[in-house]
């Protein structure tokens, strides 16, 4: 009986961290709960134990809607998301991720460095931008941002060279994850 009720403890510790896990797990579907046809006018009832503030600073998301940020009960920033259009029926067309629970099927959060982003996905290409690299993965949605102050001063204030994947250290920190869909 003893052992049973052991069993049982571990499947549903098992069961739990992996539902957890899912919560925050980014794939070609979704980002945690949302996917690319959650609606804006469900986002209440998809973070109902969260907290979800507009542009505005308003709780409401009333129409229109530029972007949405949402926090923990805690006040934990999670998320911002942007709406395809302004209205309640928008679906969701860009995310930036803030916490380093969201986690990439490559093991990546914003707590990763590029040497992670090495480890864990196919490099499509970089995008050299003003004070940003921008490094997009194959056959996916994600996109790493990283600061250029991490990169060798010769490409700091340069945008027209193209940034090759030895250029980039491998401790160079992740600034953002985002989604675009």
Not at 53 to 61: F, H, M, P
Not at 124 to 148: A, C
Not at 155 to 170: A, C, G, H, N, S
């Amino acid at each position: 009986m003893k052992k049973n009720i052991i069993a049982l403890s571990i499947l549903g510790l098992i069961a739990t961290s992996c539902s957890n896990s899912g919560n925050f797990a980014i794939t070609n579907e979704g980002v945690g709960p949302l996917t690319k046809t959650t609606k804006v006018s469900e986002l209440k009832t998809t973070f109902v134990n969260d907290s979800l503030v507009d542009a505005n600073g308003s709780t409401e998301l009333k129409a229109p809607v530029q972007y949405i940020t949402v926090f923990e009960k805690g006040g934990k920033k999670l998320l911002e998301l942007e709406p395809t259009t302004g209205d309640s029926d928008a679906t969701i067309n860009y995310i930036r991720l803030y916490d380093e629970r969201y986690t990439t099927d490559g093991g990546v959060t914003v707590k990763s460095t590029f040497k992670d982003i090495l480890d864990g996905h196919k490099i499509k290409r970089i995008e050299n931008l003003i004070s940003t690299i921008v490094v997009l993965i194959e056959d996916s949605d994600v996109y790493f941002t990283i600061d250029k102050k991490h990169l060798p001063s010769e490409l700091m204030f340069d945008t027209t060279t193209k940034v090759e994947l030895t250029q980039i250290p491998d401790d160079a920190p992740i600034k953002y994850i985002q989604i675009s869909w």
